[in-house]
């Protein structure tokens, strides 16, 4: 199937900015680099909901080292296109003392959630925290935090596609597609 130059989801017209092609053989790089890094440990792998799902269950189709996996839902965005600096974190019941812990994030805009996410996480006791993003917008950094694992830096747009929603849809976008104006 080829992929759509364009989408137009609601009042908004987006257009291709990364193939799916291209997403995959990345994903398999940061994959490769996570199994050599983790060859002798059992990280634990936590997806951030919603947006982190898609890339997280095809990173983690390609781990080769005994995992587990978690889920924590992070909101930021609310229904507009400008992150709002405010998270909210919602954290099961899981054990994390002494483990490695891989963050899983679908995006880091200004940085805000990840920062938070990992202060929150560090109050577990880890062992380790690492992070796994599939895109960073480095033009928007508030606080400064390192991405161990990233896959694509992105320009200062709103994108959609792989996880990343525009008012909840858009989502099941298989390839990343950015907003622009009509
Ligand atoms: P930050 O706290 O780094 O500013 O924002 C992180 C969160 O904002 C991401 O997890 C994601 O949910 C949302 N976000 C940031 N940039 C975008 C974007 O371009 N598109 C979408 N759909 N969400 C974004």
Do not use: W
């Not at 759509?4 to 995959?24: A, G, N, R, S, W």
């Not at 959630?113 to 990992?118: A, E, Y």
């Not at 925290?129 to 599939?134: D, N, Y």
């Not at 747009?157 to 929603?165: A, E, P, R, S």
């Amino acid at each position: 199937m080829t992929t759509p130059e364009f989408y137009t989801i609601k009042d908004k017209k987006f257009k291709l900015m990364i193939d799916d092609v291209i997403i995959q053989s990345r994903i398999q790089e940061l994959a490769d680099m996570i199994n050599i890094d983790y060859q002798n440990k059992s990280p634990i792998f936590i997806i951030v909901l919603k947006g982190g799902m898609f890339f997280g269950i095809e990173l983690l189709k390609k781990i080769t080292v005994d995992c587990e996996i978690e889920t924590l839902i992070s909101k930021s965005y609310g229904l507009n296109m400008k992150s709002s600096g405010t998270v909210d974190l919602i954290i099961g019941s899981i054990a994390l003392e002494d483990k490695d812990i891989i963050i899983v994030e679908d995006i880091i805009d200004t940085g805000l959630t990840m920062n938070k996410l990992k202060n929150v996480l560090n109050s577990y006791n880890p062992k380790s925290i690492k992070v796994a993003s599939l895109l960073r917008k480095p033009d928007c950094a508030k606080i400064d935090v390192t991405v161990d694992y990233l896959g694509f830096e992105i320009e200062d747009k709103f994108v959609v596609g792989y996880g990343l929603d525009y008012a909840e849809f858009g989502r099941q976008i298989p390839a990343i597609y950015q907003h622009i104006e009509d």
